[in-house]
């Protein structure tokens, strides 16, 4: 699976941004898709994730209430919808393909190559 993230960008602290992730080389709906971040000098933490399954999501408290995670599988695409946004979700944005939606990224298969959002205060 090939993964291309886009959509982050500089945005103000309280303001939007919608992450997207194009999937391809292989079906998509049979994977589960996970978006994870890293700030720098941090660790890659894992922020949200849709199942392969029934689509349910899985959202890490840090961001809950302000991140969702969707994806279409008609357009083999994962978004983050990202709300209310704080100096502190500054970071670079991946997704990533496993079996089953892990929180950890050891379990990941296949990555983006990040897409970079910065929050201004």
């Known amino acids: 699976v090939q993964l291309q993230a886009s959509g982050g960008g500089l945005v103000q602290a309280g303001g939007s941004l919608r992450l997207s992730c194009v999937a391809s080389g292989r079906t998509f709906s049979n994977w589960a898709m996970g978006w994870f971040r890293q700030a720098q000098g941090k660790e890659r933490d894992f922020v949200a994730g849709v199942r392969r399954s029934d689509g349910s999501t899985y959202v890490a408290d840090s961001v809950k209430g302000r991140f969702t995670c969707s994806r279409d599988n008609a357009k083999n695409t994962v978004f983050l919808q990202m709300n209310n946004l704080k100096p502190e979700d500054t970071a670079v944005y991946y997704c990533?393909?496993?079996?089953?939606?892990?929180?950890?990224?050891?379990?990941?298969?296949?990555w983006g190559q990040g897409t970079e959002v910065t929050v201004s205060s």
């Open positions: 990533a393909a496993a079996q089953f939606l892990y929180t950890d990224q050891k379990n990941y298969d296949y």
